[in-house]
């Protein structure tokens, strides 16, 4: 999970979003649990509401023929947020090489942590362990230091293709960022919805905004793993009774301090563990927001496409809106 060894003494939480005692929140997890197995059994998780029929409805979203990022370029230098951030090193071509005639490649080497809390990257569906299982029940022991053998990043190796919804939350509440600490709350969305005029339905990716980038940029990195903004894990019965296929955030998804004293982060253990819901965690919407305003839309054609990497709990990923 994204962690920090030694995270610093949790801020105290808003009154105006209530900590959940381990015993409701798992009378959460087991509602939203068996809402889940109510579907079809695919081992994609809810990536069965995805449906061939959908996917070509979202096509019909793309307007103006606009493309756009949702991903953050890859960090690469150490910060609160990366104390091991990714590595790139350029292993040819040597300086005399580059001063020879013929032909040369310029070649280099990439490695990260894929799970960190600053990279933009999703998480398969074996990437959350509870109570010794994954998501549908699987054994936990089928995730070994050789692979996982289950639920892996294979199951979007053909990547996830369909409407994706943004909502603003800062937006909503006409601030620029939520502050480290502050929940997205299942009201928070409804209300979005309804400022935005837009409707999140059966198998859309959705993707909410807590301002996490444009705060970084704007203040510098903090160490998020003690303070961050999230979704409230009572947020999870809104995409439930919606029926969504996918959920990303500028933020970790999970709010720091957790909600749940015993559960780190509740949101991932209720999306990936419970749900079904592949997570993309550290987005950036800053581009994308003001082409949503300016066109009046905030729904697109989303194309995910992690790396093929088959036993991974995780990937680098680069979700491209198409409006």
Same mark, same amino acid.
Request: hydrophobic share 40%; aromatic share 4%; proline share 10%.
């Given at each position: 999970? &994204?962690s920090?060894p030694?995270?610093p003494?949790p801020p105290?939480?808003s009154a105006?979003?209530p900590a ?5 929140f798992?009378e959460l997890?087991?509602?939203l649990?068996?809402?889940a197995r109510d579907?079809t059994?695919d081992?994609?998780?809810?990536l069965?509401?995805?449906t061939?029929?959908?996917m070509v409805?979202?096509?019909a979203?793309?307007?103006?023929g606009?493309?756009?990022?949702l991903?953050a ?10 104390p091991?951030?990714?590595s790139?090193?350029m292993t040819?071509p040597?300086?005399?090489?580059t001063d020879?005639h ?8 990439f490695?990260? !942590? #894929?799970?960190g &809390?600053v990279?933009?990257?999703?998480d398969a569906?074996?990437?959350v362990i509870?109570?010794?299982e994954?998501?549908g029940g ?6 070994t230091p @050789?692979?996982?053998?289950a639920?892996?990043?294979d199951l /979007?190796? &053909?990547?996830? *293709?369909?409407?994706?919804v ?15 600490g502050?929940?997205?709350?299942a &009201? !928070?969305?409804v209300a979005?919805?309804?400022a935005?005029r837009?409707? *999140?339905g059966p198998g859309?990716?959705?993707? *909410?905004r807590?301002?996490?980038r444009?705060r970084r940029?704007t203040?510098?990195a903090?160490? /998020? ?6 979704l409230h894990?009572?947020a999870?019965r809104?995409?439930?009774e919606r029926?969504?296929?996918?959920l990303g955030s ?8 957790s909600? *749940?004293a015993?559960?780190?982060?509740? /949101?991932?253990?209720?999306? #990936?563990?419970a ?5 993309? @965690?550290?987005?950036d ?11 009046g839309?905030w729904?697109?054609l ?7 990497l088959?036993?991974a709990?995780?990937s680098?990923v680069?979700?491209?809106a198409v409006?």
């Amino acid at each position: 999970m &994204d962690s920090h060894p030694h995270p610093p003494p949790p801020p105290p939480r808003s009154a105006a979003s209530p900590a959940l005692s381990e015993a409701a929140f798992r009378e959460l997890y087991g509602r939203l649990r068996d809402q889940a197995r109510d579907g079809t059994g695919d081992p994609r998780g809810a990536l069965d509401r995805l449906t061939p029929e959908r996917m070509v409805a979202a096509a019909a979203e793309v307007r103006c023929g606009r493309s756009v990022s949702l991903a953050a370029p890859i960090e690469t230098r150490p910060g609160p947020d990366s104390p091991e951030p990714a590595s790139h090193r350029m292993t040819a071509p040597t300086h005399r090489e580059t001063d020879g005639h013929g032909l040369r490649f310029a070649r280099d080497r990439f490695a990260m !942590d #894929v799970h960190g &809390d600053v990279d933009s990257h999703l998480d398969a569906l074996c990437h959350v362990i509870f109570d010794g299982e994954l998501y549908g029940g699987v054994p936990a022991s089928t995730v070994t230091p @050789d692979g996982a053998g289950a639920l892996t990043l294979d199951l /979007v190796r &053909d990547g996830i *293709v369909g409407r994706g919804v943004l909502l603003d939350i800062p937006r909503l509440r006409a601030v620029p960022w939520l502050d480290p600490g502050d929940d997205v709350t299942a &009201d !928070d969305l409804v209300a979005a919805e309804t400022a935005q005029r837009t409707t *999140v339905g059966p198998g859309d990716l959705l993707f *909410v905004r807590v301002g996490h980038r444009l705060r970084r940029r704007t203040l510098g990195a903090w160490d /998020v793993a003690g303070a961050r903004a999230g979704l409230h894990p009572t947020a999870m019965r809104f995409l439930a009774e919606r029926r969504v296929s996918a959920l990303g955030s500028d933020g970790n998804n999970d709010t720091a301090p957790s909600a *749940v004293a015993e559960v780190p982060f509740p /949101v991932h253990v209720l999306a #990936v563990n419970a749900m079904g819901l592949h997570l993309m @965690d550290y987005l950036d919407f800053e581009q994308l927001v003001p082409v949503c305003e300016q066109q009046g839309r905030w729904r697109f054609l989303c194309v995910v496409a992690p790396l093929r990497l088959p036993a991974a709990t995780g990937s680098p990923v680069n979700p491209i809106a198409v409006l």
